[in-house]
């Protein structure tokens, strides 16, 4: 005997009680909502929660392109060259030390009339010195042969051509040297590698330079006229000429000249460096170089928001604009007299207008009188900004803000991906529908012909059309539809073919229905979950070929604008801002970064919530979880 049967044998009839006794049983009614068809689409959709994340970065695209660019508070439109390639600064992200409008300058020649006691350093030459950050500045010294007033020391090195006998080099300052002070003309050589120095002086008013001294070995040579020649005059006020005398390839080397007398300790004038390097060649053949110079460079960071706003900008102003600025300030700002420059005037501080240099003379035109100031002006204040502005991208050649510039870009991008994708997807269906529907001959005839279109290469298209209308809004309209609906009539195609045979078809047929009724009310309601998906797929597609079309000049670029619904939209998109930045890709990259890192981002989640659809219309997954 099991267990079981142990159990049953212990309990007794009494213990049991019937449930519901005397009642009436009755089947009862499930209760429940029944789900349509869009609502059983919603439910699938939002299943995925990678393709819903994604459906939500594309929706905020899409509001930042319509709305971005109006809150950001920067101009997008003017160009203002002197904001031009700013990097990018962003808050926050500035203090950790990225994204704070710093750039690294290296190798730039050091201002030696700049030196900073303090860090014992020369500050870059032609940079603002308020914008290097001090604590990043280095000096270096290396040899140079540039002519330039950067470099220092060094010889000027003066060589025969090949076949020269002599060449003949001119100061480029009259030398002063009076017979009372006993003045007299010091010339260091360096090197005399063959021949010989003739030193010419003008010695009269009225007749050619002499010469006065010849030079046969390297050192130091001390001329001194008057001894060498008591008839001169007692002062000679004339240019220095050297003239070499040798065979092709004698080279010499010049350290320094200089005027030296007894009225000074200093030289009353000493050229070497730059200033000798610059004594120009007057007759024979032969080169004057530089060697063995020093140059000081210079690395350092430089913030170029200050570079760009903490400066005073001396401009022309024109009357408009100046009395308009008098106008919007009204009663707070006062003119105030420079006595130094009886023909301006200074302005009272906050003013964008620091200094008036003077007023230019006026100008007829039409009719109309123009004038306008010589101004300092205060160029943070003119722009209306208290402290150094954030440009998220930075900016672009021009100076225009590029994060404004990439939402414009991107509404026109995607407004002519929608316009270009709902033309092609109205002749797709309508092309795609006729041939599924109607077969045979017509559908073999159909086929052809999107064969030919598709056949035809978009080089020669876009070569031809670009020859008639030239490159903007209409040649790329006209490219991306002449065969962009051959993919959605063949999705539309396939799909009448697959429900064409269906029962409810035959059925509705059998009743009478009219062609017209059969495919846009029993087909294609079936097929168009497919069709919308490759229709949203098609729109990344439109956006990528428009970008690549403007990238290599034929789409529409700066300066174009066109009208749609009456709806205005600038001739900036992102293939125009990538070609814009392509100029620049190895020195500013975050000019095509920015656009392209945008784009993408739109590809990739245009692309995902494709996908989403595709899911979500698919009727056979109708009901599953």
Not at 290 to 297: E, P, V
Not at 582 to 608: E, G, Q
Request: with cysteine; aromatic share 12%.
């Amino acid at each position: 005997m099991n267990n079981q049967e142990k159990i049953n044998q212990n309990l007794s009839k009494d213990k049991f009680d019937f449930v519901q006794k005397g009642q009436k049983l009755y089947d009862q009614k499930i209760e429940g909502k029944p789900i349509g068809f869009l609502q059983d689409v919603w439910m699938r959709f939002r299943k995925n929660k990678t393709n819903v994340n994604a459906s939500i970065i594309l929706a905020t695209l899409i509001i930042f392109c319509l709305i971005m660019p109006g809150l950001s508070g920067k101009e997008y439109v003017k160009i203002d060259e002197k904001l031009s390639f700013l990097p990018p600064r962003v808050p926050v992200l500035e203090k950790v030390g990225i994204f704070d409008g710093l750039v690294e300058k290296e190798n730039v020649p050091a201002d030696l009339n700049n030196f900073d006691e303090e860090l014992g350093l020369y500050y870059p030459l032609d940079e603002n010195p308020k914008a290097v950050v001090a604590d990043t500045l280095t000096n270096e010294t290396i040899t140079s042969n540039e002519k330039s007033e950067s470099v220092q020391f060094g010889q000027s090195l003066l060589r025969l051509d090949p076949g020269s006998e002599s060449v003949l080099i001119e100061s480029t300052d009259f030398l002063a040297i009076s017979a009372s002070n006993n003045g007299y003309i010091e010339i260091d050589v360096y090197e005399l590698n063959g021949g010989s120095v003739d030193v010419l002086l003008k010695t009269d008013f009225a007749g050619d330079p002499e010469v006065v001294y010849t030079i046969t070995e390297a050192g130091k040579h001390q001329i001194k006229p008057f001894e060498l020649n008591p008839d001169l005059y007692a002062d000679i006020a004339s240019k220095l000429q050297l003239q070499y005398n040798g065979t092709g390839g004698d080279t010499v080397a010049f350290t320094s000249v200089s005027v030296m007398d007894d009225s000074s300790e200093e030289p009353i004038l000493f050229d070497e460096g730059y200033r000798l390097s610059m004594y120009t060649i007057l007759d024979g053949a032969g080169s004057y170089q530089r060697q063995n110079g020093q140059l000081i460079i210079t690395t350092f960071k430089y913030n170029k928001y200050i570079a760009a706003f903490d400066v005073t900008h001396e401009i022309a102003f024109s009357s408009a604009e100046y009395d308009a600025l008098l106008e919007e300030y009204g009663d707070s700002v006062e003119i105030i007299e420079n006595p130094d420059n009886p023909e301006g005037w200074y302005f009272s501080e906050g003013f964008p207008i620091k200094e008036v240099v003077k007023k230019n003379d006026s100008v007829v035109v039409d009719g109309e009188t123009y004038s306008s100031y010589e101004v300092y002006l205060d160029y943070a204040k003119y722009l209306g900004y208290d402290d150094l502005p954030y440009f998220l991208f930075g900016t672009t050649q021009a100076g225009r803000d590029l994060f404004s510039l990439v939402w414009v870009g991107l509404r026109t991008s995607l407004f002519l991906g929608l316009i270009v994708t709902t033309i092609n997807v109205s002749i797709g269906v309508v092309y795609g529908a006729i041939s599924g529907f109607y077969g045979g001959t017509v559908d073999l005839l159909m086929q052809r012909f999107s064969e030919v279109m598709g056949r035809i290469p978009w080089l020669v298209t876009l070569a031809i059309i670009t020859v008639f209308l030239g490159p903007g809004f209409q040649t790329l309209l006209f490219v991306m539809i002449i065969s962009g609906w051959i993919g959605t009539a063949s999705v539309t195609r396939m799909q009448f073919y697959r429900y064409k045979g269906r029962e409810y078809v035959l059925a509705a047929k059998t009743l009478g229905a009219k062609d017209r009724r059969l495919i846009f009310r029993h087909i294609l309601p079936n097929g168009v979950g497919t069709i919308i998906t490759s229709s949203i797929l098609a729109i990344p597609g439109v956006i990528f070929t428009e970008a690549a079309l403007s990238f290599l000049g034929f789409g529409i670029g700066h300066g174009q604008s066109f009208n749609i619904f009456g709806l205005k939209f600038s001739g900036v998109s992102i293939g125009v801002l990538m070609s814009d930045g392509r100029n620049f890709l190895s020195t500013y990259p975050y000019l095509t970064v920015y656009p392209a890192l945008i784009v993408s981002i739109l590809m990739i989640t245009f692309n995902m919530f494709g996908n989403a659809l595709r899911d979500a219309f698919n009727p056979s997954l109708r009901g599953v979880e």
